[in-house]
């Protein structure tokens, strides 16, 4: 397979076609873009190889592209994908781009977009929050870090995917913001939890009682979205609990080198640690109510 080598404005290569990344790349040929897609599990190319997509037998392949957006699950894979045997960096050309939209360590974005920058790329780190759903509907909130030409030069793809596109500073800044996101949705996934218990306890029906405050200053996207699953006592994936608790070991360890201190963080942190040891790292998020409603003497199943 021959890919082009010189960098097209509307092609791009998407490396990561997990729960995120494939429906950015499905956005991304309905908008008109022509998409290579490489994963590591080969079988996930399928579908999108199926609406249009032109498959890669590596990431340097994929390079070729001239615009990369990668979105793996950790530090590690987002490494091999850039810089390891076959990895993007031996395969795009001087003047390229890349724009991760995974969640990793911001001391790493840094290195990782120094080495490109050798070679004479472009880098974008640019995490997103908005789950499934906003994959989905393109709706997702993008954070974006890298120079003001970068940014700019990403934002034509960064517009299909997200709904809300935030340049907030140099490379490395999306993944502090990232950081801060999930710091900030850990308490509050961890407060409608114990709220649904607590109106249940006290004897007045969750639903009502999330319909009254959801107007109100209590009212969130965690609140709309994920609430039903915690009175329901049912957890379909939409935020794995694993790797909500990967993040969370980002955020914690970017709060030690900067002195922060976070205890509800470190609460969750550790609810999450317990769930996985109990087998649920592949529930949704909102499986934190497990926790609260065990500890509140909640029967298993439906509250009301």
């Known amino acids: 397979m021959v890919l082009a080598s010189s960098l097209m404005s509307k092609t791009i ?45 590596s990431p340097a392949e994929a390079a070729a592209a001239g615009i990369v957006l990668v979105c793996v699950s950790d530090t ?27 969640t990793i360590s911001p001391a790493a974005t840094q290195r990782f977009a120094s080495a490109f920058a050798e070679r004479g790329v472009g880098y974008v780190d640019a995490p997103v929050s908005g789950g499934s759903e906003g994959a989905i509907k393109g709706t997702l909130a993008v954070m974006c870090g890298g120079t003001d030409a970068d940014v700019a030069r ?34 509050t996934y961890q407060a409608v939890a114990e709220g649904v218990v607590l109106a ?4 007045v029906d969750p639903k009502r009682v999330v319909e009254a405050i959801a107007g109100g200053a209590a009212g969130s996207w965690v609140l709309e979205n994920r609430a039903g699953n915690m009175i329901e006592d049912d957890y379909p ?10 993040d969370l070991g980002i955020a914690l360890e970017t709060a030690r080198q900067g002195g922060a ?12 640690d317990g769930l996985m040891a109990e087998g649920h790292g592949d529930e949704d998020m909102s499986a934190i109510a497990r926790v609260v409603r065990r500890t509140s003497g909640v029967d298993d199943g439906p509250m009301g």
């Open 237 to 246: 994936l939409g935020f794995r609990v694993r790797l909500h608790r990967k």
């Open 154 to 187: 990403a934002g034509n793809v960064l517009e299909v995917i997200g709904g809300a596109v935030t340049h907030v500073g140099p490379v490395g800044a999306g993944q502090v913001t990232k950081a801060v996101n999930q710091v900030v949705i850990s308490g």
């Open 200 to 203: 249940r306890k006290a004897g």
């Open 76 to 102: 590690p894979d987002v490494e091999s994908v850039l810089l390891g045997d076959q990895g993007v960096a031996s395969g795009i050309a001087d003047g390229g781009l890349v724009i991760d939209c995974s």
């Open 13 to 57: 290569a998407v490396i990561g076609l997990g729960t995120m990344g494939a429906p950015m790349a499905t956005n991304l040929l309905k908008a008109g873009w022509d998409v290579v897609v490489h994963n590591r599990t080969r079988e996930r190319e399928e579908p999108l190889a199926a609406q249009g997509a032109t498959r890669a037998d």
């Open 261 to 272: 201190v976070l205890p509800v963080a470190s609460l969750v942190a550790s609810v999450e």
